[in-house]
């Protein structure tokens, strides 16, 4: 699979990515003389290449997948355009109009490429070709990027694919970056993609935008996959595995774009809210030694306000549209620890009726978890223990560590030390990160002996 | 694009049916043949008897195997299909969701291999 060359620096922001302009000030003018590679002026060539090429990359995909449906073959004509493009564009200077070059080029590959498979040209060649030429010579190309990512997230593709089709179909990530943040080999992640791709060209999944009274539905199973690639990334708070931090990045920018092209989808605001709201404490949850800081003791000046502050925006709005879901409310727990923590009044109650409402949505054990350690704030250790979810209502919580923690965290406060020190024996066993580990040791090893 | 669309469901239903029910059964199915052939979707279908009524033929070194019964042995079995014309798979999914079937038991929905 030819991803596109990507620089790994952040995400360009989308404003810039949707304003043609400001293609034009990243122009690199030739010079006189030619700035060897590896010169600092070559690098800056190639960076700035390199981060257009990257913004045109979902919008040529989704143009050229769907008119064939075929996204590997799109995929493969634009990473050589890509490759012409790094080649030409540092010694010539970036071209007025980068993506009508880039689409230039990719159409010229995939129609040999057709030819190739195929030894007549077929009417529905002709017809692609045709359309892709009328595309190259208008200075805009049509954005397809959301139909895109429902394509992606169609229910017919396997769920737990959808969220890698993303990174790759719509960013460009390679099998192997990809595979790396989801913990699994490269050649299982590409032959997943790859049965996926040609799920979609077999079975004729239409890159549209569902209608009305399919959205819904449909938007939530976009919605998760991007919450799933940003999930994928966080599991390594430590921020020790660059593909793993990289992801969380790409899952923003996914979301940025969602957010962008459905304004009006109070459930994609919501959804950015709550990942900018994450990505707004990440410096503020490891110490300088790697530890594990939970949200009560994290030092909030450390937190992003510029984040914070946009999370906040988003939901305002989201809000104003009036139908509230799932990432809504998950956004608005965010948004109110943050205001507890900055502020220093207890809003628990606030918090255990959002969780009311998110619980009535989703019917998680893990919410209802969660709205048990918001009622141990408000009515003590042991109302929250009677308001715990039943392991045997659930049988994946006993595999779930924070049960576990959270369970040893209330017993411990009743002091009933020796059922918080199995608990804790327990969430340390189910721990994969060796920094939250070591947290539940310490915690555990601060219990006194026998119970009280 | 052409799409099957295979039925598959709990044989044993059927026959707890009463004359009554088998016959609003049977009209329900007509009648979704009939908007299928209306909407100029429908390029084929048939009901199949009872999976009682199956054989398997196998050749295994040159020799027919033949043996008594479906080729899968399973609660749900294949009772019947639709060949549909559909211009993507959304409008073939939405189709097979139409189906009295899709509320009694489960269908599978293939894109035909063009040759």
Redesign the interface.
């Known amino acids: 699979m030819g991803g596109a060359p990507h620089n790994r620096t952040s995400p360009a922001p989308l404003d810039a990515s949707l304003d043609p302009n400001l293609v034009k000030q990243n122009n690199v003018q030739s010079e006189s003389v030619l700035p060897s590679p590896n010169s600092p002026g070559w690098k800056d060539a190639h960076a700035t290449a390199a981060d257009i090429a990257r913004r045109s990359y979902g919008k040529l995909v989704a143009f050229l997948a769907a008119r064939t449906r075929d996204v590997a073959a799109a995929e493969d004509a634009l990473s050589e355009a890509f490759a012409a493009a790094l080649s030409d564009w540092p010694s010539k200077g970036c071209p007025a109009n980068p993506e009508a070059w880039l689409l230039t080029v990719a159409r010229r590959r995939s129609i040999d490429l057709y030819r190739r498979q195929r030894n007549e040209v077929s009417t529905e060649e002709l017809d692609m070709s045709e359309s892709l030429e009328a595309a190259a010579a208008a200075t805009e190309i049509p954005d397809q990027r959301l139909a895109m990512l429902f394509v992606c997230a169609h229910p017919a593709i396997e769920a737990g694919i959808r969220a890698p089709l993303m990174l790759q179909a719509v960013l460009g990530l390679d099998a192997r970056a990809i595979a790396s943040a989801f913990l699994t080999s490269p050649a299982a992640m590409s032959k997943r993609l790859v049965r996926a791709k040609d799920k979609i060209r077999q079975t004729a999944i239409p890159f549209r935008v569902p209608g009305r009274d399919e959205l819904p539905v449909r938007l939530d199973t976009v919605l998760d996959a991007v919450y799933a690639a940003y999930a994928e990334g966080w599991s390594d708070p430590a921020g020790t595995d660059v593909a793993r931090r990289d992801l969380t990045e790409e899952a923003v920018y996914l979301a940025r774009l969602v957010a962008a092209l459905m304004p009006d989808e109070p459930e994609a605001l919501g959804l950015l809210a709550l990942l900018l709201h994450a990505e707004a404490r990440r410096p503020a949850r490891r110490s300088a030694s790697g530890d594990f800081i939970p949200l009560a003791e994290q030092n909030s000046r450390l937190w992003n306000s510029q984040l914070i502050l946009e999370a906040e925006a988003l939901l305002h709005h989201a809000g104003a549209i009036g139908a509230i879901g799932r990432y809504q409310l998950e956004a608005a727990l965010q948004s109110a620890h943050v205001h507890r923590c900055r502020t220093g009044v207890a809003n628990w109650q606030d918090i255990v009726q959002i969780y009311d409402a998110l619980y009535a949505i989703t019917a998680s054990p893990v919410v209802a978890l969660n709205r048990a350690l918001a009622i141990a704030e408000i009515s003590g250790a042991a109302a929250a223990l009677a308001a715990m979810p039943d392991i045997s209502a659930d049988p994946r919580l006993a595999e779930y560590q924070p049960y576990w923690a959270a369970r040893a965290e209330l017993l411990a406060r009743i002091g009933a030390n020796r059922d918080a020190h199995h608990a804790y024996d327990i969430a340390i066993g189910l721990e994969r990160d060796p920094a939250v580990r070591r947290f539940l040791q310490t915690r555990q090893a601060a219990l006194p002996q026998g119970d009280s | 694009?052409q799409y099957l669309l295979t039925l598959y469901s709990d044989e044993a239903g059927w026959a707890k049916m009463s004359p009554a029910e088998q016959q609003q059964g049977v009209a329900a199915y007509t009648a979704y043949g009939e908007a299928l052939a209306k909407a100029g979707a429908l390029v084929g279908s048939n009901r199949l008897q009872p999976s009682a009524t199956a054989t398997t033929v196998r050749n295994v070194d040159g020799k027919s195997q033949v043996l008594d019964g479906p080729f899968a042995d399973s609660k749900e079995q294949l009772g019947g299909y639709y060949l549909i014309e559909a211009?993507?798979?959304?409008?073939a999914?939405s189709w097979a969701s139409r189906c009295p079937g899709a509320s009694h038991g489960v269908i599978e929905?293939?894109?035909i291999w063009k040759m």
Do not use: G, K
């Open positions: 694009m211009p993507d798979l959304d409008s999914l929905v293939r894109p």
